[in-house]
């Protein structure tokens, strides 16, 4: 992220109009990418001094990418994507269900720069349950009707040669010219193995089946980047009912990008607890019936308002059992929400998260209020 005194060229040598007016079809917009930038157009072969006469909008640079296998019997099948969304207060990027959900959301400056990393990988299921330590893992973060379940990106990583049966995911995406508020649809087929032997190899997965069940993915960024909103919905593709079993991973990080806190020091305040508290490896957090809930967060012992570390909550609609911390590295603090449904043989089962991010505690407060409004309707 540039500070106000440095610039990026985007076009060069750009012809005016006979009433001063201009375009720059060609420019350069990969240069401002994952950045928010002031569009200035300056005389050419110039560096004014006093920018200000010279100013003009204010530009969020997206990115969006999706990934798919490369040869064998899947070649060009769609398994995961990237998808970079910046506004004004801040930005998120996302990977698939499987692969991170939220991958990373930031908090900007006052000079436009990011100045702080607040969450990093959040709502989303690995075919992992425990990081830490995978040879421990004895199931799936997704279960379909108590077998371990598998997203595209997770086949991916078993066996991408696999056939038939390999699953794909399809996306789109929305962005709003003005404000920089987005929409992303995503769709994906559920798979599992033939053989339950765990953890899945190519040998013991050479093709996937499907489970019944698909998941519809809603994500909303808006109030200027403060807030991301994910609803997903799973639903019969057999016209049968299904049950689940998933255990939610999300993966915090609350540090600025030049400061020395690591997120081993990341603390918590989960529903029914009255303080915040840091959490130790395997830490089980038994939650209340209450729904919807938040679970806040923040770094210990930074003040209010403080730029170097923000602060976030986690907002469910959905009846939680428990929390499990399974990772705590200095670069993230993770747990896993355990949640289960049933799936109507007609109809689907929703899950909605909120993941709020600011720098003052009343700002994400309200954030928290907004979203178990929504949650309510």
């Not at 012992?301 to 911390?325: C, E, L």
Request: charge should be positive; aromatic fraction near 10%.
């Amino acid at each position: 992220m540039l500070p106000r005194h440095q610039y990026e060229t985007v076009a060069s040598v750009v012809p005016l109009g006979g009433d001063g007016s201009f375009s720059a079809p060609a420019a350069d917009l990969s240069k401002i990418q994952y950045k928010l930038c002031r569009l200035r157009a300056v005389p050419a072969g110039s560096v004014p001094v006093n920018l200000a006469p010279f100013r003009g909008p204010l530009v969020g640079g997206d990115a969006r990418r999706t990934y798919r296998v490369n040869g064998g019997p899947n070649d060009g099948a769609p398994y995961d994507f990237y998808i970079w969304a910046q506004q004004r207060a801040g930005a998120f990027d996302y990977d698939s269900l499987g692969s991170c959900g939220i991958d990373d959301a930031y908090l900007n400056g006052s000079t436009l720069d990011i100045v702080t990393t607040t969450y990093y990988c959040n709502a989303w299921l690995y075919y992992y349950e425990n990081f830490a330590n995978s040879s421990a893992s004895k199931r799936s973060e997704l279960r379909i009707d108590g077998v371990n379940a598998y997203t595209p990106d997770a086949a991916r990583s078993i066996n991408l040669q696999a056939s038939p049966g390999f699953p794909t995911v399809h996306f789109s995406l929305k962005v709003d010219p003005v404000s920089g508020e987005a929409t992303i649809h995503e769709s994906e087929q559920l798979v599992r193995c033939p053989d339950q032997t765990f953890p899945p190899t190519p040998a013991s997965c050479p093709r996937f089946v499907p489970t019944g069940v698909r998941d519809r993915r809603t994500i909303v960024e808006d109030h200027s980047g403060h807030l991301a909103t994910i609803t997903d919905r799973f639903k019969s593709t057999n016209g049968k009912a299904h049950r689940l079993d998933l255990l939610w991973q999300n993966d915090q990080r609350f540090f600025g990008t030049g400061a020395s806190f690591d997120a081993t020091t990341v603390a918590y305040r989960f529903p029914g607890q009255r303080h915040y508290s840091t959490h130790a490896l395997d830490d089980v957090v038994d939650l209340p019936r209450t729904a919807p809930a938040s679970i806040l967060i923040k770094q210990r012992g930074q003040p209010d308002g403080d730029p170097n570390s923000g602060r976030g909550a986690i907002v469910y609609d959905r009846r939680a059992t428990s929390a499990t911390f399974n990772q705590l590295e200095t670069s993230h603090s993770d747990f896993y929400l355990h949640q289960h449904a049933k799936v109507p043989s007609r109809g689907s089962a929703a899950f909605h998260f909120a993941y709020a991010q600011a720098f003052t505690q009343d700002t994400v407060n309200s954030l928290v209020r907004l979203s178990k409004k929504r949650f309510r309707r």
